[in-house]
């Protein structure tokens, strides 16, 4: 990064997104473009599709439909864990290029109704990853059960017990605790081995448990927590932690869906994601730690390249400040029963922040 201790333009490598659901057909087609708008060349893209993306072909033809939507985009290919993902469908997938796998428990996300109920039933699968040096993915919550005392609140606290075990059975996989929302979740990830990555987004930096509850458009899985867990995200981000690094989590659904009755869980922020997370570190203090957590440490985890001398950069500026679209049209869906055009609100609709992309 360059500059002073007060920047007015900050020059970055590209960013990387370790965590983004660009999803399929309208909306697959309206967000994917977006990539680049939000200061990203670099995206590790979700399984989670309907069917999902259990086999190595899938994921491929999955992979060619949004690097014709951006040709620019490096597009890392994911498959998601279910009882198809035998150890023979892993070595075809490390085979294809494919780097990592999604796991879903059960029924807590979005489309997560095919997701994991016993993890040790894949120790085999686990093994052929560990040993094709592919990368495991976990949405670290445990299903809500009332008879187990396990709510939204505590989803991911109660989960971190499988992670050490994990871990344990199997210390050279690779393993990353996806967007992670609690103190709990630092600790336990500070506390192991070098194996063991998390991804923080930009949403959760600014939410706490206040914020979404009665706001859908705020509203994800797993739920921002309490003001003593937001602050142990933005400690642990200022302190340039090396196995700490951005994954969006940007998940858009139509505005119908957030506002329904049962509001679907996502935070859309693709399209402005690395000013909303230099405007965070700026309040922060920590404007200096922005370039290792938006390519840097993500990319030495994922055992990527870094950036070189000479490869493109983004600028950020301050004296242009973004505000916000209060909404984007999704490109090519069909108009509801009263003519209205389906849309999807972006994370800070509205607002202003004190960064935008300028040059690209």
Not at 164 to 174: D, G, Y
Not at 176 to 188: I, K, S, Y
């Amino acid at each position: 990064m360059s500059g002073s201790s007060a920047p007015d333009t900050i020059t970055l490598p590209w960013a990387s997104d370790f965590h983004c659901h660009l999803r399929q057909g309208a909306m697959m087609e309206t967000v994917t473009p977006m990539v680049e708008q939000g200061g990203v060349r670099t995206v590790l893209a979700m399984p989670n599709l309907t069917p999902p993306l259990t086999t190595a072909q899938m994921a491929v033809d999955y992979g060619k439909q949004l690097q014709a939507l951006a040709p620019g985009v490096h597009f890392i290919l994911t498959l998601y864990l279910s009882p198809e993902l035998a150890p023979d469908e892993i070595k075809r997938a490390a085979a294809a290029g494919i780097t990592a796998v999604k796991m879903y428990p059960s029924g807590v996300t979005t489309n997560s109704d095919w997701g994991v109920v016993d993890l040790k039933a894949y120790y085999s699968t686990f093994a052929a990853m560990q040993e094709a040096n592919m990368v495991l993915c976990l949405h670290g919550e445990c299903p809500s059960d009332a008879d187990k005392g396990i709510c939204i609140l505590n989803a991911e606290e109660r989960f971190l017990d499988t992670l050490r075990e994990l871990h344990a059975a199997f210390p050279r996989l690779r393993i990353v605790l996806e967007h992670a929302t609690t103190r709990a979740a630092v600790e336990c990830v500070k506390s192991l081995g070098d194996t063991v990555g998390c991804t923080i987004t930009a949403h959760h930096l600014f939410l706490t448990v206040d914020d979404w509850a009665g706001q859908p458009h705020h509203f994800c899985k797993p739920v921002a927590k309490f003001p003593s867990d937001r602050a142990a995200l933005r400690e642990i981000v200022a302190s340039g932690h090396p196995r700490f690094f951005l994954g969006s989590d940007s998940a858009p659904h139509p505005r119908r869906a957030k506002q329904g009755e049962k509001p679907a869980a996502g935070v859309f922020t693709t399209p402005v994601l690395i000013p909303l997370v230099a405007t965070l570190f700026e309040k922060l203090g920590c404007l200096a730690q922005l370039e290792g957590f938006v390519p840097t440490h993500g990319r030495n985890f994922y055992q990527l390249p870094l950036p070189a001398p000479g490869d493109a950069t983004i600028t950020l500026t301050r004296t242009a400040a973004l505000k916000v679209p209060e909404s984007y049209d999704v490109a090519g869906a069909p108009a509801d029963t009263s003519g209205q055009r389906e849309t999807v609100v972006p994370f800070m609709a509205g607002r202003e922040l004190a960064w935008s992309v300028t040059g690209l």
